[in-house]
């Protein structure tokens, strides 16, 4: 769930704290946090990451009670930054634990893992407590008031108010998970968490159920197509090969990468426009996705690790595509080239190599343009 939600927020560094719901004990409310540790103790740290956890478990039935989690630096300042908010939660279950229960136990037991043990799986350090209380009432506030009665701590549940900052639109989750998505339906939060139109689609897709932009000339449905050469002069160059596929999408809708990867590159090109580059490895290849005519600081930053389903840019009228449009060539769409890597180095010009990006698509289409049943999503 903290990778999910680091990847989506391009934070490296985030914590969630957990309160099982008591119609449902299965579900939980999550409460998500930004941690942004000084840039001293991220050297000190060595990029080595540490899994902290806290659990509260209820002894009568079994069930977990609370959680918080946090992907942190690996060191001893922020290791004892977290103890003291485990701490802090730990005493805030016992003084709940006190309050009118005089039949039961009101310590909680504590079984501490200690020293934190590396975990290769996932390339982090574990460390944690499992707290185990004694009556199957216990709660901690939601920080909102109620729960055990007492007013939300100040700074609220951070454990550091210099560096804790909690996210009001979090976008991560995870199984039995609810966290705030705020968008109606047909929307989604782009990389700023504004709501913007569209809807993710499956794994291998741009956008949801897919289909070529047809071009009104000659060409028609094949002018949007990879290798057709065009003659409406729609490109910048008349007759020129058509190198990627062109898939209809309004201004404005969302476009989702299709893979899991890096973004390889964001940039500006007079033909293009503004671009996105996605750089992702399949069957033991590497290759490139290059979504064009984008609205301009639309996508993520360069560098960002990326999900298959994240919006990774905008659709816009930006390069040839405005005048396109203006001369009624074509509609509104997403320009999709894709490159195979077939040298030794990672230079786009030097070791990639154009293939139809339709080979790469979930979707696929029959020769007259029309999408194979099967294949939409």
């Known amino acids: 769930m903290l990778k999910t939600y680091s990847q989506k927020k391009n934070k ?41 956890y806290w659990v509260d478990i209820n002894p009568i039935d079994g069930s977990i009670e609370n959680i918080l989690a946090a992907l942190v630096p690996y060191t001893d300042s922020e290791l004892s930054k977290m103890r003291e908010w485990s701490s802090y939660l730990k005493k ?13 136990n009101s310590d909680c037991e504590t ?48 454990h550091d108010p ?30 700023d968490d504004n709501c913007v139109k569209g809807e993710e689609p499956c794994e291998g897709n741009p956008v949801k159920k897919p289909r070529i932009a047809k071009q009104n000339g000659k ?15 729609a490109s910048a160059t008349p007759d020129k090969k058509h190198n990627a596929i062109d898939i209809e999408n309004p201004v404005g809708n969302a476009i989702f ?44 930053a360069n560098g960002s690790t990326i999900k298959a389903g994240d919006v990774i840019g905008i659709q816009g009228t930006s390069g040839n595509l405005r005048k396109a449009i203006k001369n ?23 070791d990639y190599s154009n293939i139809d990006p339709e080979t790469l698509l979930k979707t696929k289409f029959k020769e007259d343009g029309s999408v194979k049943p099967s294949t939409d999503c």
């Open 92 to 104: 805030r279950v016992s003084n709940s634990n006190k309050k009118g229960k005089q039949s039961v």
């Open 111 to 158: 079984a501490e893992n200690n020293p934190p043990v590396y975990n290769p799986d996932t390339n982090t350090y574990e460390y944690g407590d499992v707290v185990v209380c004694a009556n199957e009432d216990d709660e901690i506030s939601d920080g909102n008031g109620g729960g055990d009665g007492s007013n939300p701590p100040d700074p609220d549940w951070c």
């Open 162 to 191: 210099e560096t804790c900052q909690e996210d009001p639109n979090p976008t991560g989750g995870g199984n039995n998970s609810n966290p705030s998505n705020t968008c109606p339906t047909g929307e989604v939060k782009d990389k």
């Open 257 to 300: 990468s299709p893979f899991d990867g890096n973004i390889d590159a964001v940039g500006y090109d007079k033909n293009l426009g503004y671009y996105v580059t996605v750089r992702f490895a399949k069957n033991g290849s590497y290759y490139l996705l290059r979504f064009a005519h984008l609205k301009k600081d639309s996508a993520p």
């Open 12 to 52: 490296d560094f985030v914590a969630f704290f957990s309160t099982s719901k008591k119609k449902n004990k299965k579900k939980y409310k999550y409460r998500y946090f930004k941690l942004n540790p000084p840039k001293k103790r991220v050297q000190e740290a060595e990029n080595k990451v540490l899994f902290y």
């Open 219 to 233: 060409s028609g449905i094949d002018g949007g197509r990879y290798g057709t050469t065009r003659y409406t002069g």
């Open 328 to 350: 009624g060539l074509t509609k509104a769409h997403s320009h999709i080239e894709a490159l195979k890597r077939d040298g030794n180095g990672w230079d786009h010009e030097k």
